[in-house]
């Protein structure tokens, strides 16, 4: 404080003495007529000479105090770089008082807004680093709250995942020395997420394992429901279903117990629909999905599109593409038009033509939101190789013997890709035939036919032997 008074006191002596000079010359330049333009460049190098030394004054100053007026003067600012500036020199205040560490948290949540605005994700990394010492002056709780605020921040940029990665692990470092068990332990949680995305899953799985018996030791309920949601996560992208319904069981138990928030209860139905989906329980996933839908919708969270778009796949599962329509032009659905629910109505039409030339169009035309999401690919997989059997059968029934490349030419599709699926179909006994490529044609054989006297030989050689027992039985009662 002595510093800043010190400061103060120079800035106030030579203004003092500027403005001093100024009056002393101002009036004799004014009045005198052969001096008027003079008088106007002297008076304007005034001006920029006091702007340039307020300035000056003003920056050498190592913060700004900690009240609500400096917040006010970041919020003012023209440029977001210069509003970054002060509430640095706002977080520079030396000051410990409440009213002081209440404004800091202010300038902590209204810095991390503006880092994240202009995409400054190694500064935030570096402000999470510099605030440790503030850490110790405010409650655990209040800790907990600017990490997760500031890491939250770090997400909300895009391309920072690696970035997330190495401030969580730092996090955890800096929370075991500090003996912080509370906040370690979501941030580990979000650890093993942020692993999970990046499919790094040995790792992710590993953490979980010590950070579950941890949780459940301490039963921190609300903490148990996510990272048993998170485990199910994991071992379903790992295939392990029995393990990844166990998981989901095990949050649904733990949530009974506790309030669950709308957000979290959206994602256990979520992942319900998704692992009853995957049990081609389309009808039950349906259902959940719906739920999820519903929790996300009220909060208009993001994932509220995910959930009709598995909505949307499920009614195209039970043969009911019809629907989908009316479910996107609902009023729910009207508010998530867009690539994901265009991408779902192109498959339906396809699927109610029956046309795999639709098919590929719209998986070629929707890439990113059918192939590249996973439960959707593996689902629609399914269902293409599904519909193409069914093509496949229709066009091949009143042939004995037909080439490929006809085929080909009727289903349009290229020649190699139904060789190799009519090679599949033989091989599963789907029809009996054979592929004669020497001079590409499909030879179809007729249906063996069953002969009837073959079964009713061994119906009537079952009966004879439950006769003879029978009489065995009945002798041996009279031999006694």
């Not at 330049?29 to 030394?53: D, N, R, T």
Request: glycine fraction near 4%; charge should be neutral; hydrophobic fraction near 45%.
């Amino acid at each position: 404080m002595h510093n800043r008074v010190g400061s103060s006191s120079i800035y106030s002596f030579y203004l003092y003495r500027i403005r001093s000079i100024v009056a002393f010359y101002k009036v004799p330049l004014l009045l005198c007529p052969f001096y008027k333009v003079a008088s106007l460049i002297f008076l304007f190098i005034y001006e920029c000479f006091l702007q340039e030394f307020i300035q000056t004054v003003d920056m050498s100053s190592s913060y700004l105090p900690a009240t609500t007026e400096s917040i006010a003067l970041a919020l003012e600012a023209k440029d977001p770089s210069e509003a970054i500036s002060i509430l640095y020199r706002v977080l520079d205040d030396p000051s410990s008082s409440p009213e002081a560490l209440r404004m800091k948290e202010q300038a902590i949540t209204n810095l991390s807004d503006l880092l994240r605005q202009e995409n400054r994700g190694e500064d935030l990394r570096s402000l999470l680093t510099q605030l440790r010492p503030f850490f110790s002056l405010i409650p655990k709780a209040k800790t907990a709250k600017i990490v997760r605020v500031i890491i939250d921040s770090v997400a909300k940029i895009p391309g920072t995942t690696d970035l997330q990665i190495a401030l969580c692990k730092e996090m955890v470092q800096w929370t075991r020395a500090e003996k912080r068990t509370f906040l370690r332990q979501r941030v580990e949680a979000r650890l093993a997420g942020l692993l999970m995305e990046t499919k790094e899953y040995s790792e992710a799985l590993s953490l979980l394992s010590g950070l579950v018996k941890e949780v459940r030791r301490l039963d921190d309920k609300l903490l148990l429901v996510d990272i048993d949601l998170l485990e199910s996560k994991l071992h379903f992208s790992l295939r392990n279903l029995p393990k990844a319904k166990a998981a989901l069981t095990a949050a649904r138990t733990a949530a009974n117990a506790i309030y669950v928030p709308p957000a979290q209860q959206g994602a256990i139905d979520l992942q319900s629909g998704i692992l009853h989906a995957e049990e081609k329980d389309y009808k039950t996933a349906y259902s959940y999905f719906f739920e999820a839908f519903e929790s996300f919708n009220a909060l208009e969270d993001p994932k509220a599109v995910f959930s009709l778009k598995y909505m949307l796949l499920c009614k195209i599962m039970v043969n009911q593409a019809d629907d989908v329509g009316g479910i996107i032009s609902s009023k729910a659905g009207l508010q998530y038009v867009g690539p994901d629910l265009d991408a779902m109505k192109a498959v339906a039409d396809a699927h109610s033509k029956r046309s795999l030339k639709l098919f590929e169009v719209a998986l070629r035309d929707y890439k990113a939101q059918l192939e590249e999401d996973p439960i959707v690919h593996r689902h629609l997989s399914s269902l293409y190789d599904t519909l193409m059997e069914q093509n496949l059968c229709r066009l091949i029934e009143p042939f004995s013997r037909v080439e490929i490349a006809h085929i080909a030419e009727l289903i349009e599709l290229p020649i190699d890709h139904v060789e190799r699926k009519l090679s599949q179909m033989i091989l599963d006994k789907k029809f009996a035939g054979t592929l004669d490529q020497g001079a590409g044609c499909l030879v179809i054989f007729d249906d063996p036919k069953t002969d009837a006297i073959y079964p009713a030989t061994l119906e009537t050689i079952s009966n004879v032997g439950k006769v003879v027992d029978s009489l065995y039985v009945r002798s041996a009662k009279i031999m006694a």
